[in-house]
């Protein structure tokens, strides 16, 4: 297990799962010489919305932890979480049969009084890791915008007061960028700026502005087909960046 982990929020057909994964691991998760994924499955006792609920958390962070550390002696490794509609589901690569994790989940579910359900699946590729843990590109989007959002909130930003909200981008020509100009003016954003490469290998620039609240689902709602329609004309989305609008005594 690395120190670097993400979780961020995504849609799992009509409902919204919460996922939380190693990110660091995935530099070396390849070669890990191990083709077996354990997948745990455990029920809320006291889901809220299906969420765990102030009852649920203390338990399943106890649950969690003892999964890791019998994964880890194992050698194994504890690769993530997906938390969806009043379950989670922890995953785990380890060499093991089943004659070992039964008994040992069997007696983690008595202790706790949980529902504990697990599968073991042959998964060479480590499928389950980038394709059911690691996030798409709109996830990761996501994961960008939070983290911004995150350094408001620190710095006391109330999130829910419209404020100026600037985007940057950049091109590989001058006309990829000017078809984003044309598609941004027809959606209602400000040009606030533009810059033109004075030796290649450097980039058309171009920031556009809007205004809005700084909450997930207010900045989401742009950025992500901003991004997209950044990326079909050959650009990069560089994010968005906003002041700090807090109350001053």
Same mark, same amino acid.
């Given at each position: ?15 919204t ?5 190693? *990110?660091g691991i ?7 010489a ?8 455990? =029920? ?12 649920d ?10 999964l890791?550390?019998?994964?880890? @002696?194992q050698?194994? !490794? ?9 379950? =989670? ?16 989940? @069997? !007696? ?10 697990? #599968?073991?699946?042959?998964?060479a ?24 959002i995150?350094t ?10 419209? =404020?100026?909200?600037? *985007?940057?981008?950049?091109?590989p ?5 000017? $078809?984003?100009?044309?598609w941004?003016e027809?959606?209602?954003f #400000?040009?606030?700026g ?5 030796d ?9 502005? *809007?205004?809005?609240? #700084? ?13 997209? $329609? ?9 994010g968005?960046g906003?002041?700090?609008?807090a109350?001053?005594?």
């Amino acid at each position: 297990m690395s120190d670097h982990w993400e979780f961020y929020p995504c849609r799992m057909g009509e409902s919204t799962a919460v996922i939380s994964y190693d *990110h660091g691991i995935g530099d070396t998760i390849d070669d890990l010489a191990i083709d077996t994924v354990l997948k745990v499955r455990i =029920r809320f006792a006291h889901p809220d919305d299906g969420l765990p609920s102030r009852e649920d958390l203390p338990v399943l962070s106890e649950l969690e932890e003892a999964l890791r550390e019998f994964v880890e @002696a194992q050698g194994g !490794a504890y690769v993530g979480r997906i938390t969806l509609e009043g379950w =989670r589901y922890l995953y785990s690569y380890v060499q093991v049969d089943e004659r070992i994790v039964q008994p040992f989940l @069997a !007696a983690l579910a008595d202790a706790k009084g949980y529902d504990v359900e697990f #599968a073991l699946e042959q998964d060479a590729d480590k499928a389950a890791y980038w394709k059911d843990l690691r996030p798409s590109a709109t996830d990761w989007r996501v994961i960008m915008d939070m983290r911004v959002i995150d350094t408001l909130i620190e710095h006391g930003d109330d999130l829910t007061r419209p =404020r100026p909200i600037d *985007h940057f981008a950049t091109f590989p020509t001058k006309e990829s960028r000017d $078809r984003f100009r044309f598609w941004a003016e027809a959606e209602n954003f #400000a040009v606030t700026g533009s810059t033109d490469p004075e030796d290649p290998p450097q980039r058309y620039t171009i920031q556009v502005s *809007h205004e809005a609240e #700084a909450r997930l689902a207010a900045i989401t709602k742009v950025t992500i087909p901003m991004m997209q $329609r950044v990326e079909s004309l050959g650009g990069d989305y560089d994010g968005w960046g906003t002041t700090v609008q807090a109350d001053r005594d």
